[in-house]
T-cell receptor, first 114, second 116 residues
Framework: SQTIHQWPATLVQPVGSPLSLECTVE??????LYWYRQAAGRGLQLLFY??????ISSEVPQNLSASRPQDRQFILSSKKLLLSDSGFYLC?????????????FGDGTRLSIL | AQKVTQAQTEISVVEKEDVTLDCVYE???????LFWYKQPPSGELVFLIR????DEQNEISGRYSWNFQKSTSSFNFTITASQVVDSAVYFC????WGGGADGLTFGKGTHLIIQP
């Protein structure tokens, strides 16, 4: 069966520090991968998605970047965190193909910026 | 542009009551997909249902049922005989037929509280 792992679960970082959140998927090949952010009082916002190694699409201009160095690894990064980067970050995967495939989410990372 | 509206920010009912969560969507595409996800207090999102725009049949799964009406662009979710374990935030989401890996557009969620 497929599983998705996301870490760390909780992170507290000072403003201006770098960020690296990691997500890996097991039990499937060539998945579509996604990063979402859930800010307080707001819905889920798609940040990045990837259909393959090295292929990243950004939905919203922001202080963050994503990379997919391996087929089942998706990394969310920032060189300098802003206060507005605080939120709950969720990684998700779906089977390759069109958008009718359900997305399956990791447990999320709660990021607090001080 | 796509948009999903969940007008009910929070709903509180007593256990065993029926409750309906509303979802209204906007899209220009004729082919699209609708989803419901459950987010329990632990934070992860759990997939509940997927419905494509060509299938307006209502669906029932145990105590859960979904009413899809294209005429009103709504995809409402009803829990019958609610239980405390149903307490969670529920998200409705929309995905256009992008021919590739499009992300989901989510509503802001409805916080459902089931009181014992």
């Amino acid at each position: 069966s497929q599983t998705i792992h996301q870490w760390p679960a909780t992170l507290v970082q000072p403003v201006g520090s770098p960020l690296s959140l990691e997500c890996t998927v097991e039990g499937t090949s060539n998945p579509n991968l996604y990063w979402y952010r859930q800010a307080a009082g707001r819905g889920l916002q798609l940040l990045f998605y990837s259909v393959g190694i090295g292929q990243i699409s950004s939905e919203v201009p922001q202080n963050l970047s994503a990379s997919r160095p391996q087929d089942r690894q998706f990394i969310l990064s920032s060189k300098k965190l802003l206060l507005s980067d605080s939120g709950f970050y969720l990684c998700a995967w779906s089977r390759t193909g069109n958008s009718n495939q359900p997305q399956h989410f990791g447990d999320g990372t709660r990021l607090s910026i001080l | 542009a796509q948009k999903v509206t969940q007008a009910q920010t929070e709903i509180s009912v007593v256990e065993k009551e029926d409750v309906t969560l509303d979802c209204v969507y906007e899209t220009r595409d004729t082919t699209y997909y609708l989803f419901w996800y459950k987010q329990p207090p632990s934070g992860e999102l759990v997939f509940l249902i997927r419905r494509n725009s060509f299938d307006e049949q209502n669906e029932i799964s145990g105590r859960y049922s979904w009413n899809f009406q294209k005429s009103t662009s709504s995809f409402n979710f009803t829990i019958t005989a609610s239980q405390v374990v149903d307490s969670a935030v529920y998200f409705c989401a929309l995905s256009d037929w992008g021919g590739g890996a499009d992300g989901l557009t989510f509503g802001k969620g409805t916080h459902l509280i089931i009181q014992p």
